[in-house]
T-cell receptor
Framework: EDKVVQSPLSLVVHEGDTVTLNCSYE??????LLWYKQEKKAPTFLFMLTSSGIEKKSGRLSSILDKKELFSILNITATQTGDSAVYLCAVRGSGGSNYKLTFGKGTLLTVNP | GAVVSQHPSWVICKSGTSVKIECRSL??????MFWYRQFPKQSLMLMAT?????????EQGVEKDKFLINHASLTLSTLTVTSAHPEDSSFYIC????????FGPGTRLTVL
């Protein structure tokens, strides 16, 4: 059974801080790892990672994957209060439907002014 | 970008009634749609995978007779919670897949 573990489960920081969120996984025939941001409604897509060592970047957010050690990190620099959300990590393997995702429990990030 | 809608966005119902939730892919055809449930402060739990024109595949522990899924077209899947009980109160989210999964805005169900 595919498994995703995120840490920490929650994190409180001040605006301007840099945070690193962790995601480790076990999956049958890894296809991709995805990061989502969830505020009050459904998750919004951030990144999809398929190859080790290649950083994906979007503004103040960046992410990288290590397929050997089976983990990924999501970095947020110069955090803002609008970054407060639950950040979800999900993996896709080859078992079952081609699109099936297994989610971690998420990291609740709170950015205080 | 791909847009997925859900209707209703929230619903309150009495115990014992049935509730239908619709999931539509607005600008693409989705051969596969997924239904998730999310309890407060918990992650998304996959309930079932819905394929157009065939029976849904349910995850272990999800009662197929209680959560009826119909995927009649490439743009519409429905989830019906039958004989709802208070413990079914949750946030239900669908997603539709073409190259990736795109999530709908979710439906908050409260069963009194």
């Amino acid at each position: 059974e595919d498994k995703v573990v995120q840490s920490p489960l929650s994190l409180v920081v001040h605006e301007g801080d840099t945070v690193t969120l962790n995601c480790s996984y076990e999956v049958t025939n890894f296809r991709s790892l995805l990061w989502y941001k969830q505020e009050k409604k459904a998750p919004t897509f951030l990144f999809m990672l398929t190859s080790s060592g290649i950083e994906k970047k979007s503004g103040r957010l960046s992410s990288i994957l290590d397929k050997k050690e089976l983990f990924s990190i999501l970095n947020i620099t110069a955090t803002q209060t609008g970054d407060s959300a639950v950040y979800l990590c999900a993996v896709r393997g080859s078992g079952g439907s081609n699109y099936k995702l297994t989610f971690g429990k998420g990291t609740l990030l709170t950015v205080n002014p | 970008g791909a847009v997925v809608s859900q209707h209703p966005s929230w619903v309150i119902c009495k115990s014992g009634t049935s509730v239908k939730i619709e999931c539509r892919s607005l600008d693409f055809q989705a051969t596969t749609m997924f239904w998730y449930r999310q309890f407060p402060k918990q992650s998304l739990m996959l309930m079932a995978t819905s394929n157009e024109g065939s029976k849904a595949t349910y995850e272990q522990g999800v009662e197929k007779d209680k959560f009826l899924i119909n995927h009649a077209s490439l743009t519409l899947s429905t989830l019906t919670v039958t004989s709802a009980h208070p413990e079914d109160s949750s946030f239900y989210i669908c997603s539709a897949a073409d190259t990736e999964q795109f999530f709908g805005p979710g439906t908050r169900l409260t069963v009194l």
